[in-house]
T-cell receptor, first 118, second 112 residues
Framework: EAGVAQSPRYKIIEKRQSVAFWCNPI?????LYWYQQILGQGPKLLIQ????????DSQLPKDRFSAERLKGVDSTLKIQPAKLEDSAVYLC????????????????FGPGTRLTVL | DAKTTQPTSMDCAEGRAANLPCNHS???????VYWYRQIHSQGPQYIIH???NNETNEMASLIITEDRKSSTLILPHATLRDTAVYYC?????????????FGQGTELSVKP
């Protein structure tokens, strides 16, 4: 079974530039998550989709971050304009709807995109 | 904020059991204890979860105290590949958000 795919794996940009990350979840998984992981910290949830609808974006800095999942499959996360403090690993995860609603919520994570803002 | 407290780091000898403690004194009756781990340069990986009873799977065992205020993850025979950051997470049920809130975790180093 193919896992969660993310690209690019690494990205270096100047502050005030824009950047976009792509995620392809596990086939059939209705729920998709984007996390931000700053060095030395645990992942922090930015946004959660169920199919193509947003379930939770309370931690997303909406003045500069945006995300979409137009057809309920792939997703993109964009930062515009980037700040130095956005340097982090951006992780995408997915889970099945059945799993989400049960006690057993296994989220499958991709390898992440490491963003460096100079 | 994370509702758990874990030691920042631990060492374990290869082949020995690794016992990773977690305090969650404010856990509610319907919240689950989840454990994930994150190997360097990879995304987190699910290990095990439980509510009240002890649980075991092919990766680990989870021991939850009777008052549910703490738990221990046990890797029975640690290998070098178990070197990772281990996260203990208290997860509310789905109808209360179901979010996974990661703390800083315990960095486990398995040494030869």
């Amino acid at each position: 079974e193919a896992g969660v795919a993310q690209s690019p794996r690494y990205k270096i940009i100047e502050k005030r530039q824009s950047v976009a990350f792509w995620c392809n979840p596990i086939s059939g998984h209705a729920t998709l998550y984007w996390y931000q992981q700053i060095l030395g910290q645990g992942p922090k949830l930015l946004i959660q989709f169920q199919n193509n609808g947003v379930v939770d974006d309370s931690q997303l800095p909406k003045d500069r971050f945006s995300a979409e999942r137009l057809k309920g499959v792939d997703s993109t996360l964009k930062i515009q304009p980037a700040k130095l403090e956005d340097s982090a690993v951006y992780l995408c995860a997915s889970s099945s709807l059945t799993s989400q609603q049960s006690s057993y919520n296994e989220q499958f994570f991709g390898p992440g995109t490491r963003l460096t803002v100079l | 904020d994370a509702k758990t407290t874990q030691p920042t780091s631990m060492d374990c000898a290869e082949g020995r059991a690794a016992n990773l403690p977690c305090n969650h004194s404010t856990i509610s009756g319907n919240e689950y204890v989840y454990w994930y781990r994150q190997i360097h340069s990879q995304g987190p990986q699910y290990i095990i979860h439980g509510l009240k009873n002890n649980e075991t799977n092919e990766m680990a065992s989870l021991i939850i105290t009777e008052d549910r205020k703490s738990s221990t993850l046990i890797l029975p025979h640690a290998t070098l590949r178990d070197t990772a950051v281990y996260y203990c997470i208290v997860r509310p049920p789905y109808n209360q958000g179901g979010k996974l809130i990661f703390g800083q975790g315990t960095e486990l180093s398995v040494k030869p």
